[in-house]
């Protein structure tokens, strides 16, 4: 009897970890930002497309003590919350507000951890997609088309993503876009 209950209570532990981390994919709650991929490619998975935010690397983190040297290692491991907002020059976007080390009482945010370098890791920063996709999405022409990233976003800011696609820029927008990117 007693084996058996050890057996149900692993399963019931599995079960948990695998809703808590699909959660988030069932969201009400849904976001489009923009992002910049690298294309790398995992022997044994197939192609994933590699996401980096420009929340990944906020400017400055409220709470976050820059006068003591080496703040970034003082960072390393905390979470950070990501608070976002619509953005009113790209409707149907949404951008980074502020980064905080205080949970938000209200609003949409991002759960992250920072990492010593100073970038924050949200879980949402790799997307698999169909063999060959992502030499396509890596190879497109950031003068004239982005990536846009739909995320699954819980009310405690676990997030996930939903979708990845190539959206073609009205005129002139690929400027203002290369000045908001971290990676550019």
């Known amino acids: ?64 003590d820059r006068s ?26 949404w951008r980074l507000r502020k980064a905080t080390l205080q949970r938000p009482a209200s609003g949409i945010y991002l759960t992250g951890m920072a990492d010593y370098r100073g970038r924050v890791n949200y879980g949402i920063e790799q997307f698999y997609v169909p063999e060959g996709e992502g030499k396509n999405i890596e190879r497109i022409d950031r003068r004239s088309h982005a990536v846009e990233v739909t995320l699954g976003v819980m009310s405690d800011g676990r997030a996930s993503v939903k979708d990845v696609k190539i959206v073609k820029l009205p005129p002139g927008a690929a400027e203002e876009a290369e000045r908001e990117l971290p990676w550019q």
């Open 1 to 64: 009897m007693l084996r058996i209950a050890a057996v149900v209570a692993q399963f019931a532990i599995l079960g948990w970890m695998v809703f808590h981390y699909a959660q988030p994919m069932h969201a009400k709650t849904e976001i489009v930002v923009r992002t910049g991929p690298v294309d790398p490619r995992d022997m044994f998975r197939g192609d994933y497309v590699i996401l980096s935010y420009p929340m990944n690397t906020p400017l400055g983190v409220v709470g976050a």
């Open 68 to 93: 003591i040297p080496g703040w970034k290692n003082e960072m390393a491991g905390r979470t950070v919350y990501a608070e976002m907002e619509p953005d009113p020059e790209n409707p149907g976007l």
